[in-house]
């Protein structure tokens, strides 16, 4: 999952199973959180989004579930392919213009 | 398919030369952002523009660094003098909204010698 440092989280999948990604987040305020997929050479591209209001919401293979208790927020994607090698920011919107980000998780899709 | 230009892709320099950089948000978006991304730091917000005006360059080295949206379609941030340690891919990206998703450039990967 996702962490604060120099450290950034890896996952390595194998072609074909379900692929888990988490984050804590850090403000209790924040009413916004979205996941980033950023390829080599690339910059970050939007996956899904989701507002506090919800705890669950889904996209094509992805499903995004947030759990404001604990404040954690996770991204699923469903029949990983090796296009979805990339790392993965969560990033959270404190009710304001901001937006802050993880430091990424690396996932590596096992042919 | 709208997205955001950065122009130039890579940028490689010697120290103490100016860098300017260039970003054409999409098309109706009200929000500009730059970012820096590092490996040790990862993505860090360098300054914030709505409707062209600067909102937040709290992020930026102010004795060096200068943000600017000359029109509603180009915003620029310079650096003068450059450093080694500016090295990093700057990133713009552009939005329709406050606490609405950010559509990101491909960046501008630069280096300083």
């Known amino acids: 999952g996702e962490s604060v440092g120099l450290h950034l989280p890896t996952l390595s999948v194998q072609e074909g199973d379900n692929s888990i990604i988490n984050c804590a987040y850090s403000n209790s305020a924040s009413d916004y959180f979205i996941w980033y997929k950023q390829e080599s050479g690339k910059g970050p591209q939007f996956i899904i989004d989701i507002r506090s209001n919800m705890d669950k919401r889904q996209g094509q293979r992805v499903t995004v579930l947030l759990n404001k208790t604990v404040k954690h927020l996770s991204l699923q994607i469903a029949a990983t392919q090796p296009g979805d090698s990339a790392v993965y920011f969560c990033a959270e919107n404190p009710n304001d213009y901001k937006l802050s980000f993880g430091a990424g998780t690396t996932v590596t899709v096992r042919a | 398919d709208a997205r955001v230009t950065q122009t130039p892709r890579h940028k490689v320099t010697e120290m103490g030369q100016e860098v300017t950089m260039r970003c054409q948000p999409i098309?109706?978006?009200?929000?500009v952002f730059w970012y820096r991304q590092t490996m040790m730091q990862g993505l860090e917000l360098l300054a914030y523009?709505?409707?062209?005006?600067?909102?937040?360059d709290s992020g930026m080295p102010k004795d060096r660094f200068s943000a600017e949206m000359p029109d509603a379609t180009l915003a620029t941030l310079k650096i003068q003098p450059s450093e080694p340690r500016d090295s990093a891919v700057y990133f713009c990206?552009?939005?329709?909204?406050?606490?609405?998703?950010?559509?990101f450039g491909s960046g501008t990967q630069l280096s300083v010698l």
């Open positions: 990206a552009s939005g329709s909204g406050e606490g609405e998703k950010l559509f």
């Open positions: 523009f709505r409707n062209r005006a600067p909102l937040d």
């Open positions: 098309l109706g978006h009200n929000t």
